[in-house]
T-cell receptor
Framework: KAGVTQTPRYLIKTRGQQVTLSCSPI?????VSWYQQTPGQGLQFLFE???????NKGNFPGRFSGRQFSNSRSEMNVSTLELGDSALYLC??????????FGPGTRLTVL | LAKTTQPISMDSYEGQEVNITCSHN???????ITWYQQFPSQGPRFIIQ???TKVTNEVASLFIPADRKSSTLSLPRVSLSDTAVYYC?????????????FGKGTRLSVIA
């Protein structure tokens, strides 16, 4: 069974640009969560989608948004990028049991 | 959500048993205790979850005392490949629909 995949794996953008990251969950998983990981703040929850609806949301500004499609694939978008948005963005999928399966992440660098 | 406190780092030699203790004094009645492992440049990986007493799987054991204010992750006979950051999380329900709240974790270094 294929794991969680994230594309692209690496991305370089400049301040003010916007970026879209993609996540394909494990087949059959309907819950997809997004996390941001930085050396200073650690792993922080962004939002979670279940059956195309945002079910939970973390404490991030409105520049961070996401969506989920009918096939459970999810995208997150960050608009008006800031230097502080440089991070590893992780996607995790779940079947509604305690274990969440994480993808390898997308490393975003904002210059 | 209950806050957790773990040692920042630990060192161990190969073949030893490693015990990482997590303190969660404000754990709620319906909170579970979950541990994740993360290798550099990878996403975290679920290790084990428990509610009380002892839970064991093929990777680790989780010991939870009666008052549930702390828990101990036990890794038997560690190898170099167990070098990673270990996170203790509290507040994850067994339905999986609660956001994971990660602390700073414990950086375990296994030495040959």
């Amino acid at each position: 069974k294929a794991g969680v995949t994230q594309t692209p794996r690496y991305l370089i953008k400049t301040r003010g640009q916007q970026v879209t990251l993609s996540c394909s969950p494990i087949s059959g998983h309907r819950s997809v969560s997004w996390y941001q990981q930085t050396p200073g703040q650690g792993l922080q929850f962004l939002f979670e989608y279940f059956s195309e609806t945002q079910r939970n949301k973390g404490n991030f500004p409105g520049r961070f948004s996401g969506r989920q499609f009918s096939n459970s694939r999810s995208e997150m978008n960050v608009s008006t990028l800031e230097l502080g948005d440089s991070a590893l963005y992780l996607c995790a999928s779940s079947l509604g049991v305690p274990e969440q399966f994480f993808g390898p992440g997308t490393r975003l660098t904002v210059l | 959500l209950a806050k957790t406190t773990q040692p920042i780092s630990m060192d161990s030699y190969e073949g030893q048993e490693v015990n990482i203790t997590c303190s969660h004094n404000n754990i709620a009645t319906n909170d579970y205790i979950t541990w994740y492992q993360q290798f550099p440049s990878q996403g975290p990986r679920f290790i084990i979850q428990g509610y009380k007493t002892k839970v064991t799987n093929e990777v680790a054991s989780l010991f939870i005392p009666a008052d549930r204010k702390s828990s101990t992750l036990s890794l038997p006979r560690v190898s170099l490949s167990d070098t990673a950051v270990y996170y203790c999380l509290v507040g994850v329900s067994n339905s999986g629909n609660t956001p994971l709240v990660f602390g700073k974790g414990t950086r375990l270094s296994v030495i040959a």
